[in-house]
């Protein structure tokens, strides 16, 4: 029974990989009729599944079925030099003995000059040597009577490099001397073409995920890793899900016990308690009633059954684990109604802020400082000074409170030292009333300005920048950024809305090249402005 090759329908290359691994399976059981069973499936054999259903044909003694799957080996690969070299034999057993010296010449072409041809990389663990091949042709012609041909080429064998020989071709010329038929050499027959092993590991199929596992229960032996559809949680108690009482960790006191010492529980009989703990050596156990942990003896705690009807919702029995509070967070002290809507300056949600309220009277002046990471208040306070909270975005958000009658100079101090960085090195910036456009504030022009100046409603909000000083570059003029400009490739600039960029030079008309927070690259200009008085002038009007 001879393979089918064309189909109506393709086949997936998985499916061809699963028939083809079953198949060289059944030929290593000596299952040869399996194995062509599975090869006769594959609706689009491939030269190499076509050469294993050669190989078990001729173990079976079906030269002609070999035959033709020969035929079609080679009409897929028509460079396979095994291909030809095994025809040859097959050729010569059926007295074919003009094709198969033909078959030869054509192996040995497509050796092209090389000794051996290793064909492990292609999933057949056989090498083919030249001097097989000539070896072959020394057969056909002791077939054809032409002795003294098939001499010829047999010493011309057996001058051929390589190993593997192993006395055959010796034995061959004194076969040849005394005019004895030399039988064809072959592929084993349980060497095959086999599929590469790591295709055949993918093909089964592999859980990623893997399975939950129960790291942490209140309940006994909880193996349970599946999920449960989320409850609505109302203020009150957590129930856990039991299925009865044998599975409850509810308890019911059978009598009234009065607390006898330390950590122990004053409950009532009847009582339902829930749990919380194994029974201690001591016979007492870890118990949750009303919404108090402490102990009972576990001799007097029964199961209690917990399951409640639909229509009875309203004398459900507590856990005694309390819900979070539903109380409210206080709300954040209202500012005054402006004119225009205050451009937005919160910072992105990765940078957590922290809800400053002033302080009270009673706190002692000095300067306090709250951050994100800790609790300390930054503020100079008196009983007749008002003071202003400030905001300040650096790498992270810091509120600082101060005078209201604190000079720049002052505030740019106050920060440097909390943040560990040179005063001269840091530049601030705040946004006018109705503005987007980040102005820097300027303590040595203007020393005498406060920050009650920059203030609305007691509340102000600075953009703290690092600059790092340049070497060797010439800065024509600064500018500040109008918007986040991420960088498109390694000779961009990046920087943020607000950043200062010292400008080093023109590219062309709509780029510029900037520095910035210690990098220097190309940016557009229309993502910046230039920083002069006259602009500045005209956003504090």
Same mark, same amino acid.
């Given at each position: 029974?001879?393979?089918?090759?064309?189909?109506?329908?393709?086949?997936?290359?998985?499916?061809?990989?699963?028939?083809?691994?079953? %198949?060289v399976q059944a030929v290593d059981a000596k299952d040869w009729q399996g194995g062509l069973s599975k090869l006769e499936q594959i609706s689009e054999p491939t030269s190499r599944t076509l050469f294993n259903a050669a190989s078990a044909h001729m173990v079976l003694g079906q030269l002609?079925?070999?035959?033709?799957?020969?035929?079609?080996?080679?009409?897929?690969?028509?460079?396979?030099?095994?291909?030809?070299?095994? !025809?040859?034999?097959?050729?010569?057993?059926?007295d074919r003995l003009e094709e198969a010296l033909s078959d030869c010449i054509w192996a040995q072409k497509h050796m092209r000059g090389n000794l051996v041809i290793d064909y492990r990389q292609l999933g057949l663990r056989f090498k083919l040597y030249s001097w097989q091949v000539l070896y072959n042709a020394a057969a056909? $012609?002791?077939?054809?009577?032409?002795?003294?041909?098939?001499?010829?080429?047999?010493?011309?064998?057996?001058?051929?490099?390589?190993?593997?020989?192993?006395?055959?071709?010796?034995?061959?010329?004194?076969?040849?001397?005394k005019e004895e038929i030399l039988a064809p050499l072959l592929v084993p027959e349980d060497v095959v073409f086999r599929p590469r092993k790591q295709d055949v590991e993918q093909l089964q199929q592999r859980d990623f995920l893997g399975k939950a596992k129960v790291i942490?229960?209140?309940?006994?032996?909880?193996?349970?890793?599946?999920?449960?559809?989320?409850?609505?949680?109302k203020p009150g108690f957590y129930e856990p899900k039991v299925d009865g009482t044998q599975d409850s960790r509810y308890m019911c006191v059978r009598i009234p016990y009065m607390a006898r010492g330390p950590g122990q529980l004053t409950v009532p009989g009847g009582a339902v308690v829930f749990l919380f703990g194994e029974e201690r050596r001591d016979g007492m156990a870890t118990v949750i009633y009303d919404g108090q942990r402490g102990l009972l003896p576990m001799s007097l705690l029964d199961p209690a059954d917990v399951k409640i009807s639909k229509g009875k919702r309203e004398n459900k029995v507590p856990s005694g684990i309390p819900l979070p509070p539903?109380?409210?967070?206080?709300?954040?002290?209202?500012?005054?109604?402006?004119?225009?809507?205050?451009?937005?300056?919160?910072?992105?949600?990765?940078?957590?802020?922290?809800?400053?309220?002033?302080?009270?009277?009673?706190?002692?002046?000095? $300067?306090?400082?709250?951050?994100?990471?800790?609790?300390?208040?930054?503020? %100079?306070?008196?009983?007749?000074?008002?003071?202003?909270?400030?905001?300040?975005? $650096?790498? $992270?958000?810091? %509120?600082?409170?101060?005078?209201?009658?604190?000079?720049?100079?002052?505030?740019?101090?106050?920060?440097?030292?909390?943040?560990?960085?040179?005063?001269?090195?840091? !530049?601030?910036?705040?946004?006018?009333?109705?503005?987007?456009?980040?102005?820097?504030? !300027?303590?040595?022009?203007e020393p005498g300005r406060t920050m009650q100046e920059v203030a609305e409603a007691g509340r102000a909000t600075l953009w703290c920048q690092t600059e790092d000083p340049l070497d060797n570059r010439t800065i024509l003029y600064q500018m500040v950024a109008l918007y986040d400009y991420i960088a498109q490739g390694p000779e961009d600039l990046e920087f943020s809305e607000g950043d200062t960029i010292d400008i080093l030079g023109d590219v062309n008309e709509e780029w510029l090249e900037g520095h910035s927070a210690g990098h220097i690259g190309i940016f557009p200009s229309c993502f910046a402005y230039k920083e002069n008085t006259s602009i500045t002038q005209g956003f504090m009007q």
């Amino acid at each position: 029974m001879c393979i089918l090759v064309s189909q109506t329908s393709r086949m997936l290359y998985t499916e061809l990989l699963q028939l083809w691994h079953e %198949a060289v399976q059944a030929v290593d059981a000596k299952d040869w009729q399996g194995g062509l069973s599975k090869l006769e499936q594959i609706s689009e054999p491939t030269s190499r599944t076509l050469f294993n259903a050669a190989s078990a044909h001729m173990v079976l003694g079906q030269l002609d079925l070999a035959l033709k799957a020969l035929d079609l080996t080679l009409s897929k690969d028509e460079c396979l030099a095994v291909g030809f070299f095994q !025809r040859a034999a097959v050729m010569m057993q059926i007295d074919r003995l003009e094709e198969a010296l033909s078959d030869c010449i054509w192996a040995q072409k497509h050796m092209r000059g090389n000794l051996v041809i290793d064909y492990r990389q292609l999933g057949l663990r056989f090498k083919l040597y030249s001097w097989q091949v000539l070896y072959n042709a020394a057969a056909v $012609y002791c077939r054809m009577g032409q002795w003294d041909q098939a001499k010829e080429v047999l010493l011309s064998a057996s001058q051929e490099r390589g190993g593997g020989r192993g006395g055959i071709t010796e034995v061959a010329l004194n076969s040849i001397l005394k005019e004895e038929i030399l039988a064809p050499l072959l592929v084993p027959e349980d060497v095959v073409f086999r599929p590469r092993k790591q295709d055949v590991e993918q093909l089964q199929q592999r859980d990623f995920l893997g399975k939950a596992k129960v790291i942490s229960s209140v309940i006994p032996n909880d193996d349970f890793g599946g999920f449960e559809p989320l409850r609505l949680q109302k203020p009150g108690f957590y129930e856990p899900k039991v299925d009865g009482t044998q599975d409850s960790r509810y308890m019911c006191v059978r009598i009234p016990y009065m607390a006898r010492g330390p950590g122990q529980l004053t409950v009532p009989g009847g009582a339902v308690v829930f749990l919380f703990g194994e029974e201690r050596r001591d016979g007492m156990a870890t118990v949750i009633y009303d919404g108090q942990r402490g102990l009972l003896p576990m001799s007097l705690l029964d199961p209690a059954d917990v399951k409640i009807s639909k229509g009875k919702r309203e004398n459900k029995v507590p856990s005694g684990i309390p819900l979070p509070p539903g109380l409210k967070p206080p709300t954040r002290p209202q500012a005054q109604p402006s004119p225009a809507a205050l451009p937005r300056d919160t910072p992105p949600p990765s940078y957590t802020t922290a809800t400053h309220a002033p302080l009270p009277a009673s706190e002692p002046p000095g $300067y306090t400082v709250n951050t994100t990471n800790e609790e300390h208040v930054v503020a %100079a306070q008196g009983p007749e000074t008002s003071s202003v909270v400030l905001k300040v975005h $650096y790498t $992270y958000t810091m %509120a600082l409170s101060v005078p209201s009658d604190t000079p720049f100079c002052e505030v740019k101090k106050c920060i440097a030292q909390k943040l560990g960085q040179p005063a001269y090195q840091l !530049r601030l910036r705040h946004k006018q009333h109705g503005s987007r456009v980040l102005t820097p504030l !300027r303590e040595e022009a203007e020393p005498g300005r406060t920050m009650q100046e920059v203030a609305e409603a007691g509340r102000a909000t600075l953009w703290c920048q690092t600059e790092d000083p340049l070497d060797n570059r010439t800065i024509l003029y600064q500018m500040v950024a109008l918007y986040d400009y991420i960088a498109q490739g390694p000779e961009d600039l990046e920087f943020s809305e607000g950043d200062t960029i010292d400008i080093l030079g023109d590219v062309n008309e709509e780029w510029l090249e900037g520095h910035s927070a210690g990098h220097i690259g190309i940016f557009p200009s229309c993502f910046a402005y230039k920083e002069n008085t006259s602009i500045t002038q005209g956003f504090m009007q």
